[in-house]
């Protein structure tokens, strides 16, 4: 018997701490793509663009906060 599973996952995008947005990517996606399709979206990209990324928090298939200054 198998046990069906989701493809996609919903992930949490922070920036600083607060939701900016909710991406549904294909499930176990890394870190290094994630971080390409927040550079590529325009309203996240918009928070970080001329900012120094000082942290990233990833948990697999969670979330991804990234702290800016």
């Not at 949490?12 to 890394?30: A, D, F, L, Y």
């Not at 793509?33 to 900012?51: C, P, T, V």
């Amino acid at each position: 018997m198998k046990i069906l599973e989701e493809e996609k996952v919903n992930i949490v995008i922070q920036i600083n701490g607060k939701k900016r947005e909710i991406v549904s990517i294909k499930k176990n996606t890394s870190e290094i793509e994630i971080l390409k399709l927040i550079n590529s979206n325009n309203k996240l990209n918009s928070y970080i663009k001329d900012k120094k990324i000082i942290k990233k928090i990833f948990v697999p298939n969670k979330i991804v906060n990234l702290i800016v200054k």
